[in-house]
Antibody, heavy 118, light 110 residues
Framework: EVHLVQSGGEIKAPGESLRISCQGSGFDFSDYWIGWVRHLPGKGLELMGLIFPDDSDTRYSPSFQGQVTMSADKSTSTAYLHWSSLKASDSGIYYC???????????WGQGTLVTVSA | HSALAQPASVSGSLGQSITISCTGSSDDIGTWPYVSWYQRHPGKGPQVIIYDVSSRPSGISDRFSGFKSGNTASLTISGLRAEDEADYFCSSYSTSITYVFGAGTKVTVL
């Protein structure tokens, strides 16, 4: 069965760094684009960007370019999302998901809640 | 860019049908046949229920159906059940930012 399992929730202070993870199983992780999607309280979902684990080709959505860094380790079927300096406005739920050939996303991870507060 | 516009909430009684609208633009829904819908229960990740406007993945009930006309897509849930109470998000491929999502609609089953 195809799964994406994300790391647990995090509570951080503004200015701290953070890396969250997403491990895939049940499929060839290297051969699919993996996306990170943000859900802020009261707002819709936003695609932050996509990474292709086989060669780490990365496509950032304009709003997130320079704000986060996506990476992947195909040997462990794991994708990562990294912040170098968190802001309170980064608080939200972050999902990883697999982009299917047919231009939709399936499956999704369970989500990682990130709370940034002084 | 603007997110796709969805009603904040829709409600219906058990057994009824409801429809959720999703309005975009000529950059996304109006041009591309790649509209998808996702169901999200509290504490869980979203699950695709419709892709390519009206196709259902294996295992998804035929009570869920999708449609598109112009810049607006819609999701209809027929024969409402208690387990349909969830958040629903639409998405479309977009010329400008690859994929755009809706703000989400909370479905309440009365």
């Amino acid at each position: 069965e195809v799964h994406l399992v994300q790391s647990g929730g995090e509570i951080k202070a503004p200015g701290e760094s953070l890396r969250i993870s997403c491990q895939g199983s049940g499929f060839d992780f290297s051969d699919y684009w993996i996306g990170w999607v943000r859900h802020l309280p009261g707002k819709g979902l936003e695609l932050m960007g996509l990474i292709f684990p086989d060669d780490s080709d990365t496509r950032y959505s304009p709003s997130f370019q320079g704000q986060v860094t996506m990476s992947a380790d195909k040997s462990t079927s794991t994708a990562y999302l990294h912040w170098s300096s968190l802001k309170a406005s980064d608080s939200g739920i972050y999902y990883c998901t697999r982009q299917m050939r047919g231009n939709y996303f399936d499956p999704w991870g369970q989500g990682t809640l990130v709370t940034v507060s002084a | 860019h603007s997110a796709l516009a969805q009603p904040a909430s829709v409600s219906g009684s058990l057994g009824q049908s409801i429809t959720i609208s999703c309005t975009g633009s000529s950059d996304d829904i109006g041009t591309w046949p790649y509209v998808s819908w996702y169901q999200r229960h509290p504490g869980k990740g979203p699950q695709v229920i419709i892709y390519d406007v009206s196709s259902r993945p294996s295992g998804i009930s035929d009570r869920f159906s999708g449609f598109k006309s112009g810049n607006t897509a819609s999701l209809t849930i027929s024969g409402l059940r208690a387990e349909d109470e969830a958040d629903y998000f639409c998405s479309s491929y977009s010329t400008s930012i690859t994929y755009v999502f809706g703000a989400g609609t909370k479905v309440t089953v009365l």
